[in-house]
């Protein structure tokens, strides 16, 4: 059984560049949640989806986030403008109806 | 706004050394609360959950977690740690429901021979 996917693993962009980062979650999961860490702290949330809603997005830190999930299974994080507070792993993570999150491996981003 | 409190940001251990890591958070109502670890190059991995019942929980790999709603507090204990303990351990929150987590900073264990 595949767990959460996520691409790229690393991904380097220099200040100003768009990013998109993809999470592919576990088959058949309603939730989405995408959490960002930085170094040396716990996963801070970003946004949630059920499904192909986006409940909640009050951790998003600026309007240059974006995040969508059009046909309720991939979502993408969408990143414009990076800059080098931007830098941090990217967490996704998918759960069923009944909770219990499970997450991917994360992708790092690093704004140059 | 709920929050997490992890007192511990490293500790370090011999291997047979008992464990306790604290975890305190600020929600008063009805919670759910998870201990996660992150091994080096690795997602995060549940070790244990607690949504109701029986307040002393068993994980994976010889963990435990005590639920004292009184503290507000979800310690996680280990009677003896092995080098291949040696990881990022942290704590979360949620509200009852489908809500997002709320992570503690994580307590980074490192376990010497």
């Known amino acids: 059984g595949a767990g959460v996917s996520q691409s790229p693993r690393y991904k380097v962009a220099k200040r100003g560049q768009d990013v998109a980062l993809r999470c592919d979650p576990i088959?058949?999961?309603?939730?989405l949640f995408w959490y960002q860490q930085a170094l040396g702290q716990g996963p801070e949330f970003l946004t949630y989806?059920?499904?192909?809603?986006?409940?909640?997005k009050s951790g998003l830190p600026s309007d240059r986030f974006f995040a969508e999930r059009p046909e309720g299974s991939v979502s993408t994080l969408k990143i414009q403008r990076t800059q080098q507070e931007d830098s941090a792993v990217y967490l996704c993570a998918s759960s069923p109806v009944t909770p219990g999150l499970h997450f991917g491996n994360g992708t790092r981003l690093t704004v140059t | 706004a709920q929050s997490v409190s992890q007192h511990n940001h490293h500790v370090i251990l011999s291997e047979a050394a008992s464990l306790e890591l604290g975890c305190n958070y600020s929600?008063?109502?009805?919670?759910?609360l998870f201990w996660y670890v992150q091994y080096p190059g690795q997602h995060l991995q549940l070790l244990l959950k607690?949504?109701?019942?029986?307040?002393l929980v068993k994980g994976i790999k010889g963990f435990e977690a005590e639920f004292i709603k009184s503290k507000f507090s979800f310690n996680l204990r280990k009677p003896s740690v092995q080098w291949s303990d040696t990881a990022e351990y942290f704590c979360a929150v949620r509200e009852s429901g489908n809500t997002p987590l709320v992570f503690g900073k994580g307590t980074r264990l490192s376990v010497i021979a």
């Open positions: 607690y949504f109701s019942g029986d307040p």
């Open positions: 989806f059920q499904n192909e809603a986006q409940l909640d």
């Open positions: 929600y008063g109502g009805t919670v759910n």
């Open positions: 088959s058949g999961h309603v939730s």
